[in-house]
Structures are given as C-alpha cells and as structure tokens.
C-alpha cells in the first residue's frame, strides 16, 4: 500500500541525526519537523530566516506573523533565533545545513532533480531550491513515485527545466527509499504491502535490486 504524505515524512525523520541543522522544503517535507524522533535534538532552518522550528502550531498557538516559507504557520523550539533572508541564505550557500528535504516532481538517475517548473501551469516557482541543491551535500527528495496518471517520475533523463545537476542522492517516495549512486537507482526499501515488481514498473530509469529489498519501518 502506498504512503501517505505523513508517512513519508515520518520516515524522512528517521533519517535526522543529533546535533543536525535541517532545511524542509515546501510540501511533504514540512511535515517532518511533526516527527522528530525522541532523543534526537535537530534544528529546523527556513530560508525566510528562521533557525529552530518547530512542530506545527495547535489552533491556540497560532502566531499569524510566524511562519516558514511556505507561508505556513509554524512554532519556535527553545533557543530559536530569528534574522533576515540575506543571512539565512548565507548559511545555505556555505553549506553549514548538514540535510535538507526537497519536494520534485521528477529526478533522474544521474542524481539531476526538476522542482520549479511545468510549462503552462501555474506554480510556486525556484524560491530557494537552486541555492539548497548547491549548497547542501546530503539531499534527501519526497515525492509521490508516478503522477495521478501513472506516469513514471523517476526517470533516465528529466524532461522539466532542471533545479539543480547532479545533487542528489536520495528518494523516498510513497513506494521506496532509492539511493542514486554511478548513474541508477538503488532500491533500498519498499513501502509495506508494496512489491517489487510495483517499483519496478514505475520507474523509467534503470533501477537495481540487490537481494530481498525489506519493508520500511516506522
């Protein structure tokens, strides 16, 4: 069975680790600041120029002037700073945000990812996209495994204007966790009930299997 967009997020926050400076894109990777496991101290960067977000806020805590990127509102953790645009984007083009999450709607196996542009639709635009895929090494992209009409995101060589070349190295999708490495996808997991053969038939580029590929865990 396919992931919900909770459930992707909730797996991408698996993937934090202690002491971590985090960037989420807009979308399905906003949810992760949600599941931050137990134990694990992250700090959340929004390049609107907020260093320690927080979950999101409950109908009583909802500050109309507090918000990330997406223009969503959002909480403060303790010791939470906040600072103009110029500087966050510093931060991100010095690369001292050690993962950042990113929505797309199409990646290809040499790592290149398409997430600003369908040619005559209307939508958000680069915001800081361009500048988070140079300036980050560990990419981690959320996005559904095919569109609403079947066809395969995951792809030889992206057909949209590209965001960024060769930059990432991860996806987790609402089928798989793929690493991208010497020009193909890797499966690393599958979402529960979902088989291989599933996969393998919704993705146009070469996709590896190395033995018995498990299921996620939550």
Do not use: W
């Amino acid at each position: 069975m396919a992931l919900t967009r909770d459930q992707i997020a909730q797996r991408v926050a698996l993937e934090l680790q202690d002491g971590f400076y985090v960037n989420l894109g807009i979308g399905i990777p906003t949810r992760v600041a949600n599941f931050i496991p137990q134990g694990i101290d992250v700090m959340l960067q929004s390049e609107n120029g907020l260093l320690g977000m927080g979950a999101f806020p409950t109908e009583a805590e909802v500050d109309a002037d507090l918000i990330n990127a997406g223009k969503q509102t959002v909480t403060m953790v303790a010791g939470a700073s906040i600072f103009d645009s110029a500087e966050s984007f510093a931060m991100i083009r010095g690369g001292h945000v050690d993962l950042t999450v990113l929505g797309a709607f199409e990646v290809d196996v040499n790592g290149n990812i398409a997430s600003y542009m369908i040619p005559g639709k209307l939508i958000k635009g680069m915001g800081g996209a361009m500048d988070l895929v140079a300036g980050a090494d560990n990419i981690i992209v959320t996005m559904t495994h095919a569109s609403k009409h079947g066809a395969a995101k995951l792809l030889s060589h992206c057909t949209l204007p590209l965001t960024g070349k060769g930059c990432i190295k991860k996806v987790l999708t609402d089928l798989a966790f793929i690493e991208i490495k010497a020009g193909k996808f890797h499966l690393l997991e599958r979402a529960p009930g979902v088989s291989v053969d599933e996969i393998i038939k919704l993705t146009q580029g070469e996709l590896v299997i190395s033995g018995e590929i498990p299921e996620m865990q939550f």
